[in-house]
């Protein structure tokens, strides 16, 4: 079988070399074309790398960055991972579904598009179907987006928990890791030895991402859900992984073992088709009694290939009917590159690639 | 005036040496001994120094650590702040009070004792009453304690919105420095590029404190405050300085503008009666977009002898129907020693020195 | 006496803001402007404000930064502190130093210029009389520039030992803070429990501009010093101050405690005039086997407007014919602003203003 | 072919849980029993684990510590890799050598025994031969050990420009990371946003092995190599890899693309014989200008059984009849562990074993 060409938008940031990293090897996907604006325009990656300690292939290495030109793009790839900044993803998605490209993007210009599924595969799958509502449709290609980094780890325990007790409240802080803000990113003199309790827009994004994200899907629209949410969000000194501190009301209560189960059993869509990056158990309950954390946790995953795809959870607890638990997932695996490659996965195993 | 012979339990430790710095130059107290376990007796100051950046004196880095032996103290000194470890702490500072020593301790041993007051000047002064119910008063001594160094930091500002609004739910999440671990306390390995979500009896400490210090003192006895309190304990590569994201869930809805009223015009009895080590202003409320920040605040508190004894808010915000919050304040200082030197500086306005 | 009207150059920047804090309450000199790039003209300075942790008065908080004009700037100042960056400085100097103003600047753009001074006032200062043979002098002004950052915690004890023993070959690796990048500089990304060993055009600095300072000034020019000097320059996770591994060859072998009696025993001219920011003891010989460390002293230097001013030098030992130290000095102190403000206090006491 | 049964000595430290952690599937050896002190015995490695990020099999974790007892080790393992903390692996590793056990050490005790091979396979494998003149072999077993970790990074490119150029001085100093000081090891109160100038021990160890391993083994003993060696070493804020700043003079003057040549045409025994540990380039040259990195370049090594074995080499650069370069090595993979697994590897292939 022949591999889908796929274009990375925004090669020279974060983001995108991590889809580079997750596209070496892909039994579905292969590299046709790395894009980013032209002020790095034929550059190999080697000369813009960002990523550390990974390790790519030498002819991976050696690939030039074009410019991006959607229809240009369209021409050569049916598919394009974007991890273009906000403020340019907007029109240059836009004009790659026009063009007829599938567009999975890791930006927040077109999440809270009615039309747009916020996708995450392990808590939404059937959102999908959005897709197909979208006036580019099918002549042309699509949109889909995968949910903000810190939104996107706690989305996956969050939706066990919502299923199996229902959900009144989630108040959650946290810990986020610098290469969220991909690089150069945050200057050294604001973060070594410090915590800077502010992310520009991060806190709205949670709490509006959540409520579409776990919304139910009838008669071609979401139908939000209806619970309290309140995120405060801070940057801590760590490369990577998001750790949250989560506080839940649940909709009737429930023991700390109960919720441990429900998270332990929780096998979605991903899992049961197979997909090549879905990690076989998408949560990861850890019974120490100080875990997860961001150095010891943040690769979690497997197989191989889903390294970092894994959600970690630990110190399940109950407090006076609430319960405690701290999440932590990879930023820009889970929470980025990996999320889309994964919605791209499930979009190629439901027919719309 | 003669300087009342002070004694400094547990020199060796952080905490310790927090008190050397406080009391250097302080017009009611002298150090009269530096006490620590017979394992370091006979090495000067200097020699176990712990903190690093502070500045003291010759003469105090010269003197010369004592083995604790509560008599001999007794004789020497009217009062007694106490770092000890808390395993130590609880028959040291009994037999201290036994021996007619006024006891100001940081430890944690005697914090919940119905007749010991659990003491910020800011919040509860009238609760030192108390400690004219020990049994070893008036002849003997007594005991009065500060509050673990993550609840200290919150309920000066949650006294200032209880008092103005009253609370119905207090959720906090403690980003917290590794000095509060003491020396060697967190080990490198565990802490660097890292956030650990566990401190040990941390949560129990701050879910419990709070309500006895925000009680009401009647009829020589405090009636805790009720309000949902759930507490969340992380550690972070920080030096110095808690960090807490807050939400709240007022007793009656309230602009984020009238909470920031409530804390700027908070004036308490320390400020009014002009104690030495307390700050001019005990809440300063930053206006930045992303302050409170450790490195830039921890030490905040005028005059020069109340650095690191204000506590900062910031990011003061309404999200349907809580009020979120950051709150900030020197976990050694406000948290530690300083509070305890506080605490000695009200006991002596009142009389009980 | 009425005080010296003082423009500060680069005022948004690192060292631009060391500058203002060296000038609060200054005795000599008083800040008649603030300046920049027309980017943040007309922004306060508290809206700019880099340094964390440094307490500014409400006042000069509320300082307005101007454009840099040098004809305006020369209306209302005598003298201007530089901490303009390279590319800026060269053309803005020259066009104040014409236009009558003493510059006193950080920038390395004139430094190697046979008429201009390279002055630490405790290493060189009768280089000084350099700036009497600039073109602009006296009608004009004059430039005088401090030393590289790590050059100038390098130069003294170098000095001390220079003019003790000789000196035929000095190895030095640095340790060098994120500050020294300015900001926002160095992203975490790239320093976050890392080393990167490399600071562009760093070690050719430290290699060409020791000879010059150390060298004679006789007959008008200064002839520079002849010994083998090896440098190389990594930048590591701290804060403030610049920590270097110094290997010696003196010109005759000496004892380890010989080079520290030299050390501790020098007593150049800023101390013998008693300039105000020069610190009581230039050197500080730490006795502690694991001294100087950044976070424990970079801020050595008594009295009070000194703090940072001294250099810290620790663990000198002898190895087989060579001698090792270790030396620590405040990087955007005394290796930046504070070294411009000595320079200029030194001009002063010798009439050149 | 049955593997041979190794017992790993230390298994609670970091450098015992990297032998597990290199022993998992390894070709030649299986793992025989884990040993630590009595404290320890009974738990599973699960329980004591400190390394973090590696995954280990639920088998390994799930196996329980014994107390060391060298009978019983000899009785049930052939060879005992051991990361015994210096005062116990005296004793403990010459027990075992009488017991009939080859030992494969980290720790410094037997080091500089005149017939004790100070092994690194790449540099003087002809040295393993020392081993044969113990008195306890061959009924006995024998003693083997692998150089301090910062020595091996620097030992492996030394040979190189050694064999090539002759070498009359190396001018050594070290960025080192805190897995090298164990578990707790430094405490984070030392090392945040800090450097410390001072290992204890180190300097010492760095100046002696690097002779002896780069000495002549003729007619059963070794001849120390003749060159001056001056080391000087710090802590630095980093997780994994010693970094080391390295100034040469070399016998006789080479440009540095000649260094880069020789450093990366070196093909050292271990390369040629296949050993299973052997990174393919034993010398990793970077073309970089600000590489290698800890983060970065800790890991280096091909194939995947070597990774954090291969040593990188960056900025060779001339300065006036001086060498200059960085070196980086993985200080518990190639400067510890691995080292000692590479070691065995090569005594199996030499017929020790």
């Given at each position: 079988?022949?591999?889908?060409?796929?274009?990375?938008?925004?090669?020279?940031?974060?983001?995108?070399?991590?889809?580079?990293?997750?596209?070496?090897?892909?039994?579905?996907?292969?590299?046709?074309?790395?894009?980013?604006?032209?002020?790095?325009?034929?550059?190999?990656?080697?000369?813009?790398?960002?990523?550390?300690?990974?390790?790519?292939?030498?002819?991976?290495?050696?690939?030039?960055?074009?410019?991006?030109?959607?229809?240009?793009?369209?021409?050569?790839?049916?598919?394009?991972?974007?991890?273009?900044?906000?403020?340019?993803?907007?029109?240059?998605?836009?004009?790659?579904?026009?063009?007829?490209?599938?567009?999975?993007?890791?930006?927040?210009?077109?999440?809270?598009?009615?039309?747009?599924?916020?996708?995450?595969?392990?808590?939404?799958?059937?959102?999908?179907?959005?897709?197909?509502?979208?006036?580019?449709?099918?002549?042309?290609?699509?949109?889909?987006?995968?949910?903000?980094?810190s939104?996107?780890g706690?989305?996956?325990?969050?939706?066990?928990?919502?299923?199996?007790?229902?959900?009144?409240?989630?108040?959650?802080s946290t810990y986020q890791a610098?290469?969220?803000?991909?690089?150069?990113?945050?200057?050294?003199?604001?973060?070594?030895?410090?915590?800077?309790?502010?992310?520009?827009?991060?806190?709205?994004?949670?709490?509006?991402?959540?409520?579409?994200?776990?919304?139910?899907?009838?008669?071609?629209?979401?139908?939000?859900?209806?619970?309290?949410?309140?995120?405060?969000?801070?940057?801590v000194?760590v490369?990577?992984g998001h750790l949250e501190s989560v506080?839940?009301?649940?909709?009737?209560?429930?023991?700390?073992?109960?919720?441990?189960?429900?998270?332990?059993?929780?096998?979605?869509?991903?899992?049961?088709?197979?997909?090549?990056?879905?990690?076989?158990?998408?949560?990861?309950?850890?019974?120490?009694?100080?875990?997860p954390q961001p150095?010891?946790d943040a690769?979690?995953?497997?197989?191989?290939?889903?390294?970092?795809?894994?959600?970690s959870?630990g110190?399940?607890?109950?407090?006076?009917?609430?319960?405690?638990?701290w999440v932590l997932s990879?930023n820009?695996?889970?929470?980025?590159?990996?999320?889309?490659?994964?919605?791209?996965?499930?979009?190629?195993?439901?027919?719309?690639?």
């Amino acid at each position: 079988m022949r591999k889908v060409q796929v274009a990375v938008l925004g090669a020279t940031g974060m983001i995108g070399q991590r889809f580079v990293q997750l596209l070496e090897g892909h039994p579905y996907f292969e590299i046709g074309g790395l894009y980013a604006s032209e002020r790095s325009e034929g550059k190999t990656l080697g000369e813009v790398l960002r990523v550390k300690g990974v390790r790519f292939q030498d002819e991976t290495l050696a690939m030039r960055i074009e410019a991006l030109e959607p229809k240009a793009i369209a021409r050569r790839c049916r598919l394009a991972f974007s991890g273009l900044p906000t403020e340019v993803a907007k029109d240059a998605e836009a004009a790659l579904a026009d063009a007829g490209v599938a567009v999975f993007s890791n930006a927040a210009s077109h999440r809270m598009r009615a039309d747009v599924p916020l996708l995450i595969p392990e808590v939404n799958p059937d959102h999908l179907e959005l897709a197909r509502s979208q006036a580019t449709f099918p002549q042309g290609g699509f949109i889909v987006t995968n949910a903000n980094c810190s939104t996107t780890g706690l989305a996956v325990p969050l939706k066990a928990v919502h299923a199996a007790f229902g959900l009144r409240a989630c108040y959650v802080s946290t810990y986020q890791a610098v290469s969220g803000a991909g690089y150069p990113g945050v200057p050294s003199l604001d973060i070594l030895g410090n915590v800077v309790p502010f992310i520009r827009n991060e806190e709205e994004k949670m709490e509006e991402e959540i409520h579409k994200m776990l919304g139910t899907y009838k008669g071609g629209r979401v139908e939000p859900a209806a619970f309290d949410m309140v995120a405060s969000c801070a940057r801590v000194p760590v490369l990577d992984g998001h750790l949250e501190s989560v506080v839940l009301r649940l909709g009737r209560e429930a023991a700390a073992a109960e919720v441990v189960e429900a998270l332990e059993t929780f096998r979605p869509e991903p899992q049961a088709l197979g997909l090549p990056t879905a990690p076989l158990r998408p949560i990861i309950v850890r019974g120490e009694e100080d875990r997860p954390q961001p150095i010891a946790d943040a690769l979690a995953g497997e197989p191989e290939r889903a390294r970092g795809m894994a959600v970690s959870v630990g110190r399940v607890r109950e407090r006076k009917g609430y319960i405690k638990l701290w999440v932590l997932s990879h930023n820009t695996l889970r929470g980025g590159a990996g999320g889309s490659v994964l919605n791209a996965e499930l979009a190629k195993a439901k027919g719309l690639l």
